[in-house]
């Protein structure tokens, strides 16, 4: 299993703010101007899923799958053509911010990597940067 790591984001708010936010996936409507229209496409979100377009993929639909509170929500996808799953991880940094840390797991085989990691890796910090720019407040 491949894994994708985002860099670390702190976002000004606590940990209970930014996890209520993030455990409704309807809050994620905020930052859909910040995905690349030419990769990502056709963009819907409801409380506990969302779908979407991946070129040259398809649909692809995430819902979520775990929770922990104020630690961990877990997503994983329900119709890709390969299995994976993406983890946003918080931890309290202060009273008023939360380091917010993206990363993906793709079952998919080293070749496949070498062609395609590039794009994951792309996804998941552009999932992560899209995260921290939420109004948590």
Request: some cysteine; hydrophobic content about 35%.
């Given at each position: ?87 946003i991880h918080l931890n309290k940094a202060s ?43």
């Amino acid at each position: 299993m491949a894994t994708f790591e985002s860099t670390v984001k702190t976002i000004t708010s606590n940990e209970e703010q930014v996890y209520g936010t993030l455990s409704d996936l309807r809050n994620l409507e905020q930052s859909k101007h910040m995905v690349p229209g030419n990769t990502i496409q056709d963009i819907e979100f409801y409380e506990d899923k969302c779908h979407f377009t991946v070129n040259p993929i398809g649909k692809i639909d995430l819902s979520i799958v775990d929770k922990q509170p104020y630690k961990l929500i877990k997503l994983g996808a329900d119709n890709a053509p390969i299995d994976f799953h993406v983890n946003i991880h918080l931890n309290k940094a202060s009273d008023n911010q939360t380091n917010l840390h993206v990363n993906a797991h793709a079952d998919i085989p080293p070749m496949v990597k070498m062609m395609f990691g590039g794009r994951m890796q792309q996804f998941v910090d552009q999932f992560a940067e899209a995260l921290a720019g939420i109004n948590y407040k």
